[in-house]
C-alpha cells in the first residue's frame, strides 16, 4: 500500500478478523449483512481476498424475491452443513432451482448477503459485520450500478428486509458495524 494512503474497509477489517479467528479457533467463517446495495458484495470480495477463504453471495441461492428468510436458514442449514456444506443455485431466469455447489469444509469461508447475521448463524461465525447506509444512498447506488433493473421488486424485498432487522438485530449481533457512509467502524 502506498504511504499516505486511506486503507479500504476490508484492510481495515483483515486484522481484527484474524485476532477473533486466533481467539475463537476452527475454521474462520464471517457473516457480512446488510440492506440491498449497501455494499456487502464488494466488501464481500475484498475480504475474502485478503483472508483467501472462498465467498458464498447469498443472491445466488435466495429462492426468489420473497425468499430472504429461506436464504438466511441456509446459511446454517446448507451452505455451514457438516455433512454436505453446499447450496443450490437459484436461477432467477426460470425462478426454480439448479445445480448444487458445493462448499470446501475445511476452507475459511465469507458469506455475504441481506439475511446473514442472524442468532442461528452467529453461533456458527467467527467474525460478523453489518453494514449501515442510509436508503437515499442505496438507492443512487443501486441506480447506478443496475439502472431501473429489477426496482419493482425493491420495496417487496425491503419489507422482508425490515421485518428480519427488527426480529434478528443484526446490527446489535455484530462484531462491528461498519457505515457504509463515513467509513467508520464502530465496535
Given amino acids: 500500500m502506498a504511504r499516505g494512503k486511506e486503507k479500504r474497509p476490508a484492510e481495515l477489517l483483515v486484522d481484527k478478523v484474524r485476532d477473533a ?30 483472508l483467501k477463504a472462498q465467498l458464498v453471495s447469498m443472491d445466488l441461492f435466495y429462492p426468489g424475491w420473497g425468499g430472504l428468510e429461506v436464504g438466511s436458514a441456509m446459511i446454517a442449514g446448507s451452505v455451514l452443513d457438516p455433512q454436505e456444506p453446499g447450496w443450490r443455485r437459484w436461477d432467477w431466469s426460470n425462478g426454480k432451482a439448479a445445480e448444487w455447489h458445493k462448499v470446501n469444509p475445511k476452507k475459511d469461508i465469507v458469506i455475504e448477503g441481506s439475511g446473514a447475521l442472524s442468532a442461528a448463524n452467529k453461533a456458527l461465525a467467527t467474525y460478523t459485520v453489518w453494514i449501515h447506509v442510509e436508503l437515499a444512498e442505496r438507492k443512487r447506488r443501486k441506480q447506478l450500478r443496475d439502472g431501473t433493473i429489477n426496482m419493482e421488486h425493491w420495496d417487496y424485498w425491503a419489507m422482508q428486509e425490515r421485518a428480519f432487522f427488527q426480529r434478528e438485530r443484526p446490527d446489535q449481533l455484530a462484531d462491528i458495524v461498519y457505515n457504509g457512509m463515513t467509513g467508520e467502524l464502530i465496535e
Avoid: C, N
Fill in 21 to 50: 479467528h486466533r481467539a475463537k479457533g476452527g475454521r474462520l467463517v464471517v457473516l457480512i449483512d446488510g440492506p440491498a446495495a449497501s455494499g456487502k458484495t464488494t466488501l464481500g470480495e475484498e475480504l475474502a481476498y485478503l
